[in-house]
């Protein structure tokens, strides 16, 4: 029986970037890291641009207060300069707007008072590059404008809309194919009979993979029959990057999933975590370096045993330098009185107090019951042992 | 000019959330609020249930060490016990089984031996209830197991499914139309020519939107010209609950947009905004209700334009109780030496300390820089003023 950290490290020695390819900059693209360097193909802003609406002027002229310039053209945004500012000259101008050859500064109309081809320039102390972004201020032709290895965010967009891209080499989202197992499964559209309970791994793994930056696959429910797990996990691993298998992963002689990822040749790593929920938890490769997770069929178990390994996993393939999860230390928003024997996950949810967020552990009752995990958006990580502690003891958080 | 917080006021005053539809649990809807609580339509489990594979017995017969009883039958998950448990009878029972009658209680197979019909107990001190879970523990018929107003995460899709539930009554994803306005706009995939940038706007505005939980459309540029102006704002209003117009809000002679969205209906109620980067901050109400906001031209401006007053309507529209941002007190990374002449928001990234989390403000050159603004992951909070602060002080901190 691993424990969690050895386990972790293990998962993440057989991780490693999926092939790159390229991906339209549409918002199905947001999440994915980029695989290669985004260089400027033009200066930005292309031109030396104004900030303000008003006028373009040499600041030399506008040094004493109240100068009187000569107005000799007008460009809006969109539009190009063509007469030089000279010596006592100004061109009304836009925001957006190129300045003119000539200007070094812009007055904004507020500060200026324009009557029959003139204009009264109230700023007091012009000085030149006043209210003017200067050409290839943001970026110049050839600048890294974002490296290999970054998450494309809303922001990004804008980036690379700016250096004229439609398109990017990326990392794809893993593919990540769904199976539960266990006879006594229904799926959600069907009223339990006697001995069944229905399908909520399935569901529930699907949606942890697309939040984990996945594409999920789901392929159905396995019944405890070897020909049958055989055949969805064999195309399960045929379609994807990464397998999620729910049950099925324990010791019992219903126990199936070893014996057939075994037949299907995937390499068994672990089977058991120190870690609660959840400790039959499976890690295996296939022999196209697939990754699969078997995870316990109790659903809080199954959400853990996702967080704490697929997840990771999944970054990682995706691109992202960084396996996660991220966690903080927080004071106790209530006293914990718990002991386990191993260490344990459990739900808790993130409280704004006065003074910063504190964790406020939830009631839950164990590996089954996901209804107690679900308001969850942290989970508090509780060492082996007596886990008790006062109201705002600092404890160790992982946010979902 | 409002102050940001009478800003926001005014803006949700305005927000109500969208009609309810049916939504069809796919991962789609994640994300999505639940308009109606769901109630649990059969007890879950709805039956007694082992965790664990060995042998459900009567914890009366294993009040001493090494009880010897006989085996009845063998029940997998996914089966029914066709035989009570009697006095000195144990039925052979897997993870998930339903417990027979009369029996209380399931011993682990690793504390058990099996003979010839028979099986020894060495599990000291088997107490009722051990390893098993209650009919109903996790929810009874009837019982809310998901409230109104819950949005729908991952654990979620789990207990919907054990509900029973393959669709729900909640809150659409608001349609969010996006415009962007000004002649110097050329799409990314255009070489701009002279006096033309490139419309970054766009696709960091519909990135923004997915981000938070809206649905974006793009409309595309509209010419500073009166007719396209008000042609492209009318179809967005059209087909949009929010209407985001990016440019063209100021005082200018070219800003159109106010007038264009007086002659469409829309009532505005505020112009400007005491903030940095973005002061000029359209904010109106069209004649369907729907939601329009000018944000400024600079992309960082309309970066924080929309995470300000933008998300935080997209939320309510969408159903959230809280419209956000979060925020939370981080100390500095690093000092900060600046002033500014309005309250501030300036990129930040969150770094994990030895001691938890700290705050690194990034460099930025303001309004124009979206590239500076990119690898931001919060924005750090600063009043008007001097905001100069040693490494270590506490920052009010949105996080992105």
């Given amino acids: 029986m691993l424990e969690i950290a050895d386990a972790r490290a293990e998962v993440l020695r057989h991780c490693k970037p999926l092939r790159t390819e390229h991906a339209a900059l549409t918002t199905a693209a947001l999440g994915q890291v980029l695989a290669a360097d985004i260089l400027a193909d033009i200066d930005s802003p292309p031109f030396a641009k104004s900030l303000r609406d008003g006028y373009a002027v040499r600041a030399a002229d506008c040094a004493g207060n109240c100068a009187v310039l000569q107005v000799i053209e007008e460009v809006?945004?969109?539009?190009?300069?063509?007469?030089?500012?000279?010596?006592?000259?100004?061109?009304?101008?836009?925001?957006?707007?190129?300045?003119?050859?000539?200007?070094?500064?812009?007055?904004?109309q507020e500060h200026a008072t324009a009557d029959a081809g003139a204009v009264r320039v109230i700023d007091s102390g012009v000085k030149p590059g006043q209210w003017v972004y200067a050409r290839g201020h943001e970026m110049r032709t050839g600048d890294v404008v974002l490296s290999a290895g970054t998450p494309i965010n809303a922001a990004a967009f804008g980036v690379l809309a700016s250096a004229g891209k439609t398109a990017v080499v990326a990392y794809p989202f893993?593919?990540?194919?769904?199976?539960?197992?266990?006879?006594?499964?229904?799926?959600?559209?069907?009223?339990?009979?006697?001995?069944?309970?229905?399908?909520?791994?399935?569901?529930?793994l699907c949606a942890?993979?697309?939040?984990?930056?996945?594409?999920?696959?789901?392929?159905?429910?396995?019944?405890?029959?070897?020909?049958?797990?055989?055949?969805?996990?064999?195309?399960?691993l045929d379609v994807s990057d990464v397998v999620l298998v729910a049950g099925g992963v324990s010791v019992g002689d219903h126990d199936l999933v070893p014996e057939v990822l075994k037949a299907l040749g995937v390499t068994v790593h672990f089977r058991t975590v120190r870690v609660k929920p959840g400790k039959p938890l499976l890690f295996g490769t296939g022999p196209k370096g697939q990754l699969v997770f078997g995870l316990p069929g109790n659903p809080a178990s199954a959400f853990v045993g996702f967080e704490l390994f697929a997840r990771p996993a999944i970054r990682i393939l995706g691109g992202h330098a960084e396996p996660g999860p991220r966690t903080i230390s927080l004071p106790l928003a209530a006293p914990l009185?718990?002991?386990?024997?191993?260490?344990?996950?459990?739900?808790a949810q993130?409280?704004?107090?006065?003074t910063g967020w504190t964790v406020q552990p939830l009631d839950w009752t164990g590996a089954p019951d996901l209804v107690g995990m679900q308001p969850a958006?942290?989970?508090?990580?509780?060492?082996?042992?007596?886990?008790?502690?006062?109201t705002g003891t600092l404890a160790e958080v992982v946010l979902l």
Avoid: H, W
């Fill in 377 to 390: 958006d942290a989970l508090l990580v509780l060492p082996a042992g007596d886990a008790r502690a006062d």
């Fill in 350 to 354: 993130l409280v704004q107090g006065a």
């Fill in 76 to 108: 809006a945004a969109g539009a190009v300069p063509t007469k030089p500012v000279g010596a006592g000259q100004a061109t009304r101008i836009f925001t957006g707007a190129p300045l003119p050859d000539g200007a070094d500064a812009v007055v904004m």
């Fill in 337 to 347: 009185a718990e002991a386990n024997d191993r260490p344990t996950y459990r739900p």
């Fill in 174 to 204: 893993p593919r990540v194919g769904v199976v539960v197992t266990g006879n006594e499964l229904v799926e959600a559209n069907t009223r339990p009979k006697a001995g069944q309970i229905r399908n909520s791994n399935g569901p529930m």
């Fill in 208 to 236: 942890q993979t697309v939040r984990g930056g996945g594409l999920p696959r789901y392929l159905g429910i396995a019944r405890d029959d070897f020909a049958i797990t055989k055949s969805l996990l064999g195309e399960a």
